[in-house]
């Protein structure tokens, strides 16, 4: 075997090296991506049942803002640095407030609110936890749409197998 010929070996393993490499990056990229969400998910379900819980018990504890929440600090950064060009990054803004305000406000209603109050106060209630439930929903919606657009994009963006051997360029030009 001559000099070239294991300098081209060496090359196309070389390539394929940095080809999975490349893969594997952009596969751990989206893991990270998917765990954040997953664990964005799990802390607004919490908070919904602390929610629940304040509600139950009248005592007009209210939670955390939109903007305190580890997914209010997270979207203005790291999220904005990481999807801030996805198109649907900016809707999360408007449910994950929802979320967070209308579970504030049913607190506060039930907060003064006794078992012999009327019915009307115990139906704004249950229309604000609807609500919050509501647009947690659309949330989760906006999480899925975005990781499937960030996903797509990654996948479009991969780098093809790039060849500096001007033959193996040639041969793989005139295939296309």
Same mark, same amino acid.
């Given at each position: 075997?001559?000099?070239?010929?294991?300098?081209?070996?060496?090359?196309?393993?070389?390539?394929?090296?940095?080809?999975?490499?490349?893969?594997?990056?952009?596969?751990?990229?989206?893991?990270?991506?998917?765990?954040?969400?997953?664990?964005?998910?799990?802390?607004?379900?919490?908070?919904?049942? !602390?929610?629940?819980? %304040?509600?139950?018990?009248? /005592?007009?504890?209210?939670?955390?803002?939109?903007? $305190?929440? *580890? =997914?209010?600090?997270?979207?203005?950064?790291?999220?904005?640095?990481?999807?801030?060009?996805?198109?649907?990054?900016?809707?999360?803004?408007?449910?994950?407030?929802?979320?967070?305000?209308?579970?504030?406000?049913?607190?506060?209603?039930?907060?003064?609110?006794?078992?012999?109050? !009327?019915?009307?106060? %115990?139906?704004?209630?249950? /229309?604000?936890?609807?609500?919050?439930?509501?647009? $947690?929903? *659309? =949330?989760?919606?906006?999480?899925?749409?975005?990781?499937?657009?960030?996903?797509?994009?990654?996948?479009?963006?991969?780098?093809?197998?790039?060849?500096?051997?001007?033959?193996?360029?040639?041969?793989?030009?005139?295939?296309?």
């Amino acid at each position: 075997m001559d000099s070239n010929t294991h300098i081209m070996q060496f090359s196309d393993k070389f390539n394929e090296l940095k080809e999975e490499a490349n893969a594997n990056n952009i596969n751990a990229t989206g893991i990270v991506s998917e765990a954040f969400v997953s664990l964005v998910k799990l802390d607004h379900v919490a908070f919904k049942l !602390n929610g629940y819980k %304040e509600i139950f018990t009248h /005592s007009g504890k209210k939670l955390s803002d939109h903007l $305190s929440c *580890r =997914l209010g600090k997270w979207v203005a950064t790291d999220g904005k640095q990481r999807f801030g060009t996805n198109p649907v990054f900016p809707l999360i803004n408007e449910p994950h407030q929802k979320v967070h305000q209308s579970m504030n406000e049913a607190i506060e209603l039930a907060k003064n609110i006794d078992e012999s109050q !009327n019915e009307q106060i %115990e139906q704004e209630i249950l /229309s604000k936890c609807n609500d919050a439930e509501t647009a $947690s929903g *659309r =949330l989760f919606d906006i999480f899925k749409d975005m990781l499937a657009i960030a996903s797509d994009a990654q996948t479009k963006t991969t780098p093809q197998q790039d060849s500096s051997d001007p033959q193996e360029a040639q041969t793989n030009k005139e295939e296309s």
